[in-house]
């Protein structure tokens, strides 16, 4: 494709939405593309770490939905990153509905180890009440606020007519429920279920396929991807501070050429340019807000940053000599009896954080992980967790395991866990729909600066990232997308007239 001129084209951030970005703008012509990174390295929310011998994920997790629809998953399958049964028909044809159906274990706090039987029962009653969460987006209409107030209310409403056959276990059940609320809180990355909006709540769509996770580990994408690119495209720990936009003044920079962007650095270096790609976190958004852009943002912009939901989903890796948990087990619900009230946040955050521990997936396949667990626990309880030594945190969820399991001998060798809300460039782990914000907020944000009506120099700061895709948001597969969605924004403002139709 042959430019009209060659733009310099700035990409903040080396996640997987930027490095998709600038290959495509790459394959497409353009030849001053930059990516300014204010870590050592690229990947953002991927990182792949690890606990001994074993390789763990850090951050991003699984390839949700992998089948030919998902980017993600087309991209591994092409450099050869999955397994057979990840890549077979089979596997990207089941349809999970975005909840991995895993065999589990529960532990209950008083030692008891509980049956498919008793504890089977709840789980479909609340995946149901789930399901009809969603079907408001669709339906129109929103009977309360929020996820958590309707789950909550349902599921008191509908129990006791539910199980009045089965009065035993009534209340084991909506201990039950209580864990699967603290469970989604992780799914949804939010402190509490009340916070994520019941209107917006099914604009997440999920694709098909058994959710799966690469051998070599996430990051092996990001190489793949990385060396694709030409040496030097990256600005490594160089932090951006403000971006001045709409720059008027008709002052040639080095180039001679005058720049509507100016990029100002932390250590001073700015950078001229004619677009800019930010592809930051929501929560480094919502953080610098005031201060990342100059002008301010948009007061529209400004509000739905404020609207939408960035919260903390945390992992806690533990290593075993021996696993306490069945051979077929992957999933382990850790159930507090005493929480029969259905309430997903913890009143006394520093005393009992632990609560907010919904339990763990079993590392798979144990010839290749040993004997490994991943907690998982999200909001201000995970958050708190950060800020505690490593032999703190193993020894709460050591205390723990052993009161859930009645073996006061249980200790695991080795603890790593993630630290998302701390990383002073994620500020958190992922995007919800908050309660109060809509898919409005989503496509606002993903609006280039200036706005259409304006008569300054178009697409100046466009906006990538995972937060601004409308159906995808909080996964990997959104972040590519939404990146690929901003390039080919530019490659369309760049490419003539007489080309596209010539298409048509």
């Known amino acids: 494709m042959a430019l009209q001129r060659d733009p310099r084209i700035f990409i903040i951030g080396c996640g997987i939405s930027a490095i998709?970005?600038?290959?495509?703008?790459?394959?497409?012509g353009f030849r001053n593309v930059h990516i300014i990174e204010a870590t050592g390295k690229s990947g953002g929310r991927i990182r792949t770490g690890r606990l001994g011998d074993n390789i763990v994920e850090i951050g991003a997790n699984w390839i949700h939905g992998p089948s030919k629809e998902n980017p993600v998953f087309r991209l591994a399958c092409d450099y050869q990153l999955l397994d057979k049964e990840s890549m077979s028909e089979e596997n990207q044809a089941v349809d999970i509905g975005g909840h991995p159906l895993f065999v589990p274990n529960w532990f209950t706090s008083s030692g008891r180890k509980l049956?498919?039987?008793?504890?089977?029962?709840?789980?479909?009653f609340f995946m149901k009440i789930l399901e009809r969460s969603q079907q408001f987006y669709d339906s129109g209409g929103e009977p309360m606020p929020s996820v958590g107030?309707?789950?909550k209310s349902e599921a008191k409403r509908l129990a006791p007519e539910e199980w009045k056959e089965d009065q035993a276990n009534i209340n084991i059940r909506m201990a039950m429920i209580n864990t699967l609320l603290k469970l989604e809180c992780c799914v949804s990355g939010t402190h509490t279920l009340d916070d994520v909006g019941l209107g917006a709540f099914g604009m997440y769509k999920t694709l098909p396929g058994l959710d799966c996770t690469f051998p070599g580990g996430y990051e092996g994408l990001i190489d793949h991807m990385m060396k694709e690119l030409p040496k030097g495209i990256v600005s490594y720990n160089k932090q951006v501070k403000c971006i001045h936009w709409n720059n008027t003044k008709d002052e040639p920079d080095s180039t001679a050429r005058s720049a509507p962007v100016k990029i100002e650095c932390v250590d001073g270096e700015i950078f001229a340019a004619d677009h800019v790609i930010v592809t930051v976190s929501l929560g480094y958004l919502k953080k610098h807000k005031d201060t990342f852009l100059?002008?301010?943002?948009?007061?529209?912009?400004?509000?739905?940053?404020q609207r939408m939901g960035f919260?903390?989903?945390?992992?806690?890796?533990l290593e075993f000599e021996q696993p306490f948990w069945d051979d077929d087990c992957e999933l382990i619900y850790l159930v507090w009896e005493d929480d029969t009230d259905l309430c997903d946040v913890i009143s006394d955050i520093k005393t009992s954080w632990i609560r907010k521990l919904t339990g763990f997936t079993v590392l798979k396949p144990t010839e290749r992980f040993g004997h490994v667990?991943?907690?998982?626990?999200?909001?201000?309880?995970?958050?708190?967790?950060?800020?505690?030594?490593?032999?703190?945190?193993?020894h709460s969820v050591t205390q723990a395991l052993r009161k859930f399991t009645g073996n006061p001998t249980i200790s695991p060798r080795k603890l790593l866990r993630s630290q998302w809300f701390h990383d002073p460039y994620s500020c958190g782990s992922y995007t919800y729909v908050a309660k109060g914000c809509s898919g409005y907020d989503i496509d606002n944000l993903a609006e280039p600066l200036p706005p259409n009506s304006s008569h300054s120099k178009p697409l100046q700061v466009l906006f990538a990232g995972e937060a601004t895709h409308r159906s995808f948001f909080s996964t990997v597969h959104g972040a590519l997308m939404a990146g690929w969605r901003e390039a080919e924004r530019l490659i369309s403002h760049y490419t003539p007239a007489s080309t596209i139709s010539s298409k048509l």
Not at 116 to 122: I, K
Not at 294 to 305: A, D, E, G, R, V
């Open 20 to 28: 998709g970005a600038a290959q495509k703008l790459l394959k497409h």
């Open 115 to 124: 049956g498919p039987e008793v504890m089977g029962p709840a789980l479909e």
């Open 149 to 151: 107030n309707f789950v």
């Open 294 to 305: 100059s002008p301010s943002l948009p007061l529209n912009k400004l509000h739905s940053i």
């Open 311 to 317: 919260g903390t989903n945390n992992k806690i890796f």
């Open 373 to 394: 667990l991943c907690g998982w626990i999200a909001g201000h309880e995970s958050e708190y967790m950060e800020t505690l030594s490593e032999f703190e945190v193993l």
